[in-house]
């Protein structure tokens, strides 16, 4: 079993967590690996799609409170991307972490979106995940994505019924922990 750790402190590196409950003791070993460990350097080199998402995470860690620092690289992350080969379900997934890890203002979202898109149409995969939040916006999500037409009721619909999903998926979370 190994554990991959997230946080900030360098000097935390759990191995072992216990827990007691009516008498009874368990107990896991583990090997633990932290994100912060990777250097960026090699990161942005890789074509691994966790290397990406670690990338995006370290960045996200050191542009936080600095949303034009946070723009830049994100957009550099972006265009590093569709220059590495990954497929279209690959990119699509990477585009929608990396729009989640690394989040802007509104402003800076929309300029970034009109940035990539008119400097890069050329490319076979537009930047999406800044369309998704547009269509998020006007209740047609899943119409931007699969730039089809849907019409407002159905995005709406789907809208709500993710919402549904995403609220009770946080209620088990909650209820797990």
């Known amino acids: 079993m190994s554990c991959v750790l997230a946080d900030e402190d360098p000097g935390w ?7 007691e409950l009516w008498g009874t003791r368990q107990s896991y070993r583990f090997t633990s690996v932290k994100l912060i460990d ?3 350097e090699a990161l942005e080199h890789s074509t691994n799609p966790f290397a990406m998402v670690t990338l995006a995470h370290i960045q996200a860690k050191q542009t936080r409170h600095r949303p034009e620092a946070r723009y830049s690289v994100k957009r550099d992350l972006i ?4 220059q590495k080969g990954f497929n279209h379900q690959q990119l699509f997934d990477l585009l929608r972490f990396i729009d989640w890890v ?23 995969m537009p930047y999406i995940t ?10 047609m999500e899943e119409g ?9 009721q159905k995005g709406l619909q789907k809208g709500r019924q993710k919402g549904r999903q995403e609220g009770e998926a946080a209620v088990l979370i909650r209820q797990l922990q």
């Open 102 to 124: 690394l989040h802007l203002p509104k402003a800076l979202s929309d300029r970034l979106m009109t940035e990539i898109t008119t400097n890069e149409e050329d490319q076979p």
């Open 13 to 19: 590196q759990p191995t072992e967590y216990q827990y």
């Open 38 to 40: 990777y250097p960026p």
């Open 144 to 152: 931007m994505l699969a730039r089809m037409q849907l019409g407002e």
């Open 130 to 139: 800044s369309f998704e939040r547009i269509g998020h916006e006007r209740g």
């Open 79 to 82: 265009r590093s991307l569709r």
